[in-house]
C-alpha cells in the first residue's frame, strides 16, 4: 500500500540561525520520508496567519534565550492554543543546558517545564535538543553574559570558539520520528 503524504508545518522562532537551520533539516527529511513540509517563522505566522485547515501536523520550536522564550512564541500560543490542540503536534525546545543528558530530557530541562507552567498549550509530544554557542558571532553584550552563564555552568569561556552541540543524527531521527506521529495522526 503506498504511503499517505502528510502536510506538516514546522514552526519556529530562531534568534541566531541555529534553531532555523535545525528546522530545515527536519523540513528536508520530511520530505525525504515523503512527505509535503514547510517551514515558517513565528512572526510570519503571526502577522500573516496560518491556513489550519492546509496542514495534518503542526510542529514547533524555539531556543531559549535569556531564560526564556521570545514574546512572539507565547503569543502565537496563546492565539492559536485551540487551533494547536485540534491538531496532531509536537514542540522542541534549543538550549546550551541540554549539553548534559539529563537537562536533555522534559523532566530535567527547566525551561521546558517552565514553558509547560506558562502554556496554555499542551504540546502532544516533546523534545529538548542541545543548541551551539558561537561567541565570535555575539556582540560584545551578549558574549560577556554568555562568558559568565558558562563559567557557572562549566561551560566553555574562550571567545574564540564555536562549539555545536546539537546532535545532527539526532535531529534526522526526529524528523523520522516526526513523520510516524504525523503518520498515525
Ligand atoms: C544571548 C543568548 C542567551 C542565551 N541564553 C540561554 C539560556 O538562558 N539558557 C540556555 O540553556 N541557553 C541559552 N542560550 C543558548 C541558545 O539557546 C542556543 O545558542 C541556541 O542554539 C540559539 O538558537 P538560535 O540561533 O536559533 O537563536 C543563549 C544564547 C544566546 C546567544
Not at 502528510?6 to 528546522?23: D, E, F
Not at 513540509?37 to 500573516?48: K, N
Amino acid at each position: 500500500m503506498e504511503k499517505k503524504l502528510k502536510n506538516i508545518l514546522v514552526i519556529y522562532y530562531s534568534r541566531h540561525g541555529h534553531t532555523a537551520r535545525m528546522v530545515r533539516r527536519i523540513v528536508e527529511k520530511l520530505k525525504e520520508l515523503g512527505n509535503h513540509a514547510e517551514m515558517m517563522p513565528v512572526a510570519e505566522a503571526l502577522r500573516e496567519g496560518v491556513d489550519w485547515d492546509n496542514w495534518d501536523f503542526v510542529l514547533f520550536g524555539t531556543p531559549v534565550v535569556y531564560g526564556t522564550y521570545h514574546p512572539s512564541v507565547f503569543e502565537f500560543v496563546r492565539n492559536n492554543c485551540t487551533r494547536l490542540d485540534r491538531k496532531p503536534n509536537a514542540m522542541f525546545n534549543v538550549t546550551v543546558v541540554a549539553r548534559t543528558p539529563y537537562k536533555a530530557t522534559v523532566e530535567g530541562n527547566r525551561y521546558m517545564q517552565n514553558f509547560l507552567k506558562r502554556s496554555p498549550w499542551r504540546p502532544k509530544d516533546l523534545k529538548c535538543f542541545a543548541g551551539k554557542i558561537d561567541y565570535p558571532n555575539l556582540n560584545f553584550f551578549d558574549k560577556r553574559c554568555i562568558q559568565l552563564i558558562m563559567k557557572i555552568t562549566n561551560g566553555p569561556t574562550d571567545p574564540t570558539v564555536c562549539i555545536d552541540y546539537t546532535d545532527w543524527d539526532e535531529v534526522n531521527r526526529y524528523a523520522e520520528h516526526i513523520s510516524r506521529l504525523a503518520e498515525q495522526g
